[in-house]
């Protein structure tokens, strides 16, 4: 299958390049799943039931922080509660389920970058320089947003739901497939929660936000962060200010990042204009040859004005003409 044109690919052919960087995708992902999977005990034991557990960081630095500002309420799992089973295969689809999410966690900085490989040859060397980085930053807030998610969202959720009860006649008995379902849901929504200052950044690019719209929506974006916190953890200001803190500050910097973009745009606009104006004042370029004809004009105009102009001789009295044809006259005689 060739080119169409040099430098380009048909349609098929982009269809195959993508297919070999899902191809690499995929088989990363297998791969870290594969390790994960093998290494069940440190998988579940250490990482996925820790934030239920009183010696989970979370927990225990917010018992001492309750212990000194006097708080008893803001420290959480205390008391664990055990986790079941009610079908045959479901620790086994859970160790599977498991695995695969911790594959994609672990290999998400990869598959970013195979992406960012298949769509970088369709950029101009201009966006290439503005884009710059892109995978970098990507997978850092990604990998910020996982650690929120699982060092701060995920105790305060297991505490909140996990002794939640709408009666004290109901008995709470966690599966291991709603708990599961819980940590991993919360790890990833806040890993793509953190992508808002790059979301913004291509959707200030092509113009679709801009620096008065997230202005505009500011209100509403902080009652519905305040909201989420205030669902999510224990009754009291601390908590909600620990959770939805890091979500505003992600919220204006997307503003900041926003208002760069424009500034940017604007700049380059001005830079146009400008180029534009000085090209429209500035004279066209005559032809060549129109060049030549003018320069020789000009030598002709300069030699006449050299030249002493032509004076025409002054006419002679009649009667010296006289006596003169008298003379002719008798000397011819």
């Given at each position: 299958m060739s080119k169409t044109t040099e430098g380009e690919m048909s349609f098929l052919e982009h269809l195959e390049v993508m297919r070999w960087h899902l191809l690499r995708s995929i088989l990363a992902i297998v791969i870290l799943a594969l390790v994960a999977f093998v290494f069940k005990e440190i998988v579940f034991d250490k990482i996925i039931l820790a934030p239920k557990e009183p010696p989970f960081p979370t927990n225990r630095w917010l018992c001492q922080l309750g212990e000194i500002l006097g708080l008893e309420r803001i420290c959480i799992n205390q008391n664990p509660f055990t986790l079941q089973t009610v079908k045959m295969a479901e620790q086994f689809s859970m160790h599977i389920i498991v695995s695969l999410v911790a594959g994609i966690v672990i290999a998400?900085?990869?598959?970013?970058?195979?992406f960012w490989r298949?769509?970088?040859p369709a950029l101009y060397d201009k966006e290439r320089n503005t884009a710059q980085g892109a995978v970098f930053f990507t997978s850092l807030l990604f990998i910020l947003g996982v650690l929120f998610g699982y060092y701060i969202i995920s105790p305060l959720s297991v505490n909140f739901l996990g002794n939640y009860k709408v009666s004290e006649s109901v008995i709470s008995a966690p599966t291991l497939r709603s708990y599961v379902q819980t940590i991993t849901s919360v790890v990833l929504a806040a890993g793509l929660v953190?992508?808002?200052?790059?979301?913004?950044y291509f959707l200030s690019k092509v113009g679709l936000v801009t620096p008065d719209f997230l202005?505009?929506?500011?209100r509403h974006s902080l009652v519905l962060i305040v909201t989420l916190s205030a669902i999510i953890t224990p009754p009291d200001v601390f908590s909600q200010v620990l959770v939805a803190l890091p979500l505003m500050v992600l919220y204006e910097i997307g503003i900041a990042i926003?208002?760069?973009?424009?500034?940017?745009?604007?700049?380059?606009q001005a830079a146009r204009d400008e180029e534009y104006k000085s090209k429209k004042k500035r004279p066209a370029k005559k032809p060549e040859t129109e060049q030549k004809s003018t320069a020789g004009e000009q030598e002709t105009k300069e030699e006449?004005?050299?030249k002493k102009p032509w004076k025409r001789?002054?006419?002679?009295?009649?009667?010296?003409?006289?006596?003169?044809?008298?003379?002719d006259d008798s000397e011819k005689e």
């Open positions: 998400f900085p990869y598959i970013f970058w195979e298949f769509i970088i953190f992508q808002l200052p790059i979301l913004v202005k505009k929506y500011r926003s208002k760069r973009i424009m500034k940017q745009q604007d700049a380059e006449v004005s050299t001789p002054a006419s002679k009295p009649k009667d010296e003409e006289d006596k003169k044809q008298d003379q």
